[in-house]
Every structure is written in C-alpha cells, then in structure tokens.
C-alpha cells in the first residue's frame, strides 16, 4: 500500500515539477512532511543538504533517499521511477511536436501564468524551512544560524559554488556545535 | 546497441558530474553532446533549453530525453534518461542506508546544524534574480502563494493549476475568444 503511495506522491511531484529543484521543494514537502508525514521538517531539510552534496537533480536525489526511508529499497526504486516518468512521456510529446508546440500562443500564455507560482513556490520552500509549523528540525536555533544563512547568501551573490558553500557551513557547524 | 550504449555512458558521466542542481550541468551536456559526439547542433541546443525548462521535472531528464530521441529514438531517450538517474540513485540509495546509523553522532548532528541554515539561504538566493523583470502585481502573486502554502499547508499544485489556466484565458481573450 505505501508503495502506491509513494508511486502515486511521486508521480504527482513529477508532472507538476514546473520551474526546477527549488520550485520542486515546495511541492516535495506538501507531499512527504504534509499529507504523508513520512518525514520530519528536520529530516526533509537533512536530505535537501544532503542532495546539494551529491551528484544529480534534487527531485531524483530525494525521490531515492525519501523511497529507502519509507518503504526500503523498493521504495527507492518506485519512487525514483515515478518521479521519472512524467518528464520522460511528456519531453517525447513535446519533442515529437517541437516545432507545433514551441509557439503555440496558449502554451506560452500557460507558461507565463504559472511563472509567478513557480516563484512563490520557491519562496515557500524557503518560508517552510525558515519557520516550520513544528519545533522539530528547526532550521535556525540561534543567532549562529544566522550568521551562517547571511554569510551564504553573500556567498551565493558572488557566485561562489554551492556544494562549496554547503560543505563549509557543514565546517563552521561542527567547530560551533561540536567544539565551542 | 552500441550507440545505445554511447549515449547510456555519455548521459551516465552528466549524471555523475553534475552536482547542485540543472544549471550547473548545461556546460556539460554541451561539451559532450554537441561537441564531443555531435548528436545535436547548436542552435537546436537553444531551442531544447527553453523546452527543458517549460516542461515540468528535472531540466536534466527532460534533456536527456530530447537527445536521446533526437538521436535513436524511443530507446535512445530511455538509455539518456538511466544515464541520468542511476548515478545519483546509486550514491543516495548508499548515503540512504549509512546515514542512519551515523545521524546521531555529536558532529555529524553538528555540521547539519550548520547546514541547515545555508540550505534555506540557497533556497532563498535565486528568488531576488527571479522577481527582476516581474510587475510588482505578479510579484504580489507570488508573495501571496507563498504565504499561503507556508501558513496553511495548501498544496502549491492548485496555485500552478489556477496560474495555467488564468494564462491560457488571457491569451483567448485577447484573440477575441470566450473563456
């Protein structure tokens, strides 16, 4: 039964994936923190680290980890496989009917209309992380925590990379929590 | 099956090298794609960037299947998109089954303490780049579908809905249609 679940969760993530990774959080989280409570807000925000570590898209990365953490390897492999398939039928569509389709006017009309969702989405994924509904796996819990979010984002401005950025605030964690 | 195979290993290497999300692998695809194998032109690599990311999902499976199709069809785009995934399936599934036992160490719980913050901050740093060029209404838009899918948990999934379908009435009514 988790297995339909989670094919179903995932299949769901996977056609309505519009705007990228980030955007994709958002949709990621309402599925597997809110109506399944498969993870924590903790845990959900453990794996976007952990995907920004390792080779490969977000919405893959997740799909595997979140699978094995709910329903073991074959969770993973349902999951991974649904989050797939949409981008795989309807990529084969579109480039089967390229040239029709690039300048439909309704299509960009419907691109456009969701462009400003997209952008909310990634804004609540960032809302969501900030100031979760639970205390659990709060994402800032002193004023460290915002030195670090700030020294990021200034980071992230000059175009540092971001698995570099990732793995030196993993740095100043453990010389802060591990040793201060 | 050779050429199967090629693309199965070219699609395998973008998989592996591409760490931190779609962007950062399109230097990549276009070394290897259009430069190494010549499988697409250059100019049809413009026009599968902006239909990679039009299309819903991952920008690095929808390219994989445009240049697997592109190229051998129906299994081609099937050997481009496991190209893709197992890489990264492969490490998470290792990361998934070793992570527990070592979750509850002092540094490792120490250094996702500090992770966490920087993840939200990277979350957080494209939106600015994003609302650039947007009309301060459709900002207000996006502003509001954040709130309300933060505060009230509703799923963003009938925001893009209601967004699709508010676009494609615009365009009809402005080629004199009902909608």
């Known amino acids: 039964m988790t297995l339909v679940e989670l094919f179903v969760s995932y299949l769901k ?23 399944h409570g498969w993870l924590t807000n903790g845990e959900f925000s453990d794996i976007v680290a952990i995907s920004q570590m390792t080779p490969g898209p977000i919405a893959i990365n997740s ?23 949409p981008a ?31 952008v909310g989405m990634i804004a609540s994924a960032a809302l969501l992380l900030m100031f979760p509904k639970s205390d659990d796996g709060r994402s800032f819990i002193d ?30 964690g453990v010389v802060i929590y591990g040793f201060l | 099956m050779r050429q199967l195979l090629e693309i199965f290993w070219s699609f ?21 794609v259009i430069h190494r194998r010549r499988w697409i032109e250059e100019r049809d690599f413009l026009d599968l960037l902006t239909l990679a990311q039009t299309a819903p999902g991952p920008i690095a499976l929808n390219t994989a299947v445009f240049v697997g199709y592109k190229h051998r069809g129906y299994m081609g785009a099937l050997s481009a ?3 893709v995934i197992v890489p990264s399936f492969l490490v998470i599934l290792v990361v998934a089954i070793f992570f527990a036992s070592i979750r509850d160490n002092v540094y490792v719980d120490a250094a996702f303490k500090g992770m966490r913050p920087a993840v939200v901050a990277l979350i957080v740093a494209p939106i600015v780049g994003l609302t650039k060029g947007m009309r301060w209404w ?35 009514r402005r080629g004199g249609e009902q909608c």
């Open chain 1, 13 to 35: 993530i996977g056609f309505f994936g519009f705007g990228g990774g980030y955007a994709m959080l958002s949709l990621i989280h309402s599925e597997v923190v809110v109506s």
């Open chain 1, 63 to 85: 799909a595997t980890y979140i699978g094995y953490e709910v329903a073991g390897i074959w969770g993973s492999v349902v999951a991974t496989v649904a989050v797939s398939l």
């Open chain 1, 88 to 118: 795989l039928t309807l990529m084969l569509l579109i480039t089967h009917y390229f040239l029709r389709l690039q300048n439909n006017r309704y299509v960009k009309g419907i691109v456009s209309g969701m462009r400003p969702v997209v």
């Open chain 1, 143 to 172: 004023g460290w925590s915002w030195a670090i979010f700030g020294a990021t984002l200034l980071g992230s401005a000059y175009k540092v990379n971001p698995i570099v950025l990732i793995v030196l605030s993993g740095v100043a």
């Open chain 2, 12 to 32: 395998l290497k973008i998989g592996a090298f591409t760490f931190g999300g779609g962007y950062a692998m399109i230097p990549l695809i276009q070394h290897e």
């Open chain 2, 81 to 83: 998109i496991m190209g």
């Open chain 2, 138 to 172: 459709l900002v207000a838009v996006a502003l509001a579908v954040a709130m309300v899918v933060w505060y009230f948990g509703i799923s963003p999934v009938w925001f893009l809905i209601a967004g699709a379908v508010v676009g494609a009435c615009v365009v009809a």
